[in-house]
Each structure stands twice: as C-alpha cells, then as structure tokens.
C-alpha cells in the first residue's frame, strides 16, 4: 500500500506540472483583461492534435510539432482576442458567453476533423519507463515536467524584469493608470493573450505525449485550470504551480485509493472546499478595504 500511494503521489506531481502549463494560461488572460477564457482548454486541445498530426504524417516525435502548434494556436489566440476586444459592455459576462461558444465550435471542429478516436503518441521512446527507486514514470512524464518548470521560471522572469511583464501587471492592476502612464491596454491584452496560447501549446503537446486525448478532452481541461486558478488565487504563478500540484496529487490519489470514476468528482469537491474555506484562494493576497 506504501508503494502505491507514493507511486500516486509521484504520477499527481507529474501530471500537475502540465495542470501548471495550462492554468498559467487561463490566469494570464484573466490577469490581463479580467475575463475567464472557457476556449482555453480548447486551445491546448488544438495543440495536442497538432502533435498527433505530425506524428503520425511523417513520423517524427511528437515535440517537433511545437513550432506547428505554436502557428496555429497563436493565430487561434489572435482571433479569439479580437472577438473578445469587441465587447465593450459588460464584458466579464459577455466574454464568458462568447469563450465558451468558441470552445464548443473547435470542440465540434475537432471532432470532424480527426473523429472521437482516443490519440496518444506511439513513440517507444517516449513510452518508455523511468525508475526512480520504488517509483517510475514514462519518459515523455519526466520531460514535461522539466519543460513546464523552465517555462514557468521563464514566465516569472518575464513578468518580473520585461517591460512587456511589467506591463501586464500594470494593466491588471489599473488599466486606466496605466493608459495615462503611455501604456496600450491593447497592445498588452494582446501579449497576454499571445503568451497564453504559447503556453497553450506546449501544454497540448506534453499532454499529447503523456496521455490520451479527445475532442471532449479541452472543457475537461478549461475545468481544471478555472480549479487551480482559483486554488492558487489571482496573481500567484507559484499559487498555480502548488495548485496545479494538488490537484494532480489529489486526483491520483483518488485513482489509487477509491476509483477512477470519482477523479473529477475529487477535483471539484476541492474546489468548492477552498471556495468555501479560504475565498482568495490558498496563496492569494486579501482584497484591500477603503
């Protein structure tokens, strides 16, 4: 029983660090513009079948579809931010209505392009075990969390040193501040958007690697990071990770100890727990009074 339960919270670490990837994601744009983007799971889903198409074209590993994705995923981006950009009223509520039917069209898009077949990487090298003493992992589990590290301290360091970082952060806190300091609001949500679909794509690709994918599978995932987001709470890339890690953690462990079927029922009962417990989420700062 020890061996399993460690073995589980190995796996919930390795698949949170992808959980990461694509919250960082959701909680940029958010961040940027104040809107919930309910296409973005869509988006990584785009990604991940970029990967299956170059793979099973030329058969080539998985990660030389990156360049493809991030194409393609940035111009899904682009378009996206445009339609979003012109709701002037409202728009916390009108945008949430326009992502989501965004999300169901690509969801349908998908599916009539590549069917309902479940895809996952046929590459032996990926597939292949780690062993870590009495735990093991695939390779492809083993990459994907080093690769959503580096991007996640690259993220940091962008929003921290850049200008354009720097910028995001202004607009997030005021935007009408920091269009008096000189500041393109939307130039910079259109950053923030671009950024988040990067991010996007390397998520889409590592999962592809790592796991199965379905048309169903982005508002599963659009699901999972509106949870982290809101365990992390706003503005806390660290907060997205440790959410990101719990979540996956607490999803494994569910696997192992009770049953696959009640995974998501998992995820949402720590959702609401943290909704319920601590509303700033459990690495947000409180609201200031006055």
């Known amino acids: 029983m020890t061996e399993l339960i460690l073995q589980a919270l190995f796996s919930g670490v390795l698949i949170g660090s992808v959980y990461a990837l694509v919250a960082l994601g959701l909680a940029l744009a958010f961040g940027a513009m104040r809107i919930i983007n309910l296409a973005h799971g869509e988006l990584v889903l785009l990604a991940a079948y970029m990967a299956y198409l170059v793979e099973s074209r030329t058969g080539l590993d998985p990660y ?65 075990a780690v062993s870590f003493g009495d735990v093991f992992a695939m390779r492809s589990e083993i990459i994907a969390f080093a690769v959503s590290l580096v991007l996640m301290g690259a993220l940091w360091w962008w929003l921290k040193s850049s200008w354009y970082g720097r910028a995001v952060r202004a607009v997030s806190s005021n935007r009408g501040a920091a269009k008096l300091m000189g500041i393109n609001p939307t130039r910079i949500e259109t950053v923030s958007f671009l950024v988040a679909g990067a991010l996007a794509s390397f998520a889409g690709v590592a999962l592809y ?38 979540l996956g953690v607490t999803e494994a462990l569910t ?36």
């Open 64 to 128: 030389f579809a990156i360049p493809l994705a991030l194409v393609v995923v940035a111009a899904a981006s682009y378009a996206l931010f445009l339609l979003v950009d012109r709701i002037k009223d409202h728009r916390e509520l009108n945008s949430l209505i326009l992502t989501f039917a965004i999300g169901i069209i690509l969801t349908n898009a998908i599916l009539l392009v590549f069917a309902s077949d479940v895809r996952t990487t046929a590459s032996p090298f990926l597939q292949d």
């Open 255 to 290: 696997v192992t100890l009770a049953s696959s079927a009640l995974q998501e029922l998992a995820g949402m009962v720590l959702f609401l727990l943290v909704l319920f417990l601590m509303p700033n989420g459990l690495f947000g700062a409180r609201a200031r009074r006055g």
């Open 209 to 246: 690697t790592m796991s199965v994918v379905q048309p169903a599978t982005g508002h599963a995932l659009t699901v999972k990071a509106f949870i982290i987001t809101v365990l992390a709470g706003v503005g806390s890339i660290p907060g997205v990770f440790l959410g990101a890690i719990l």
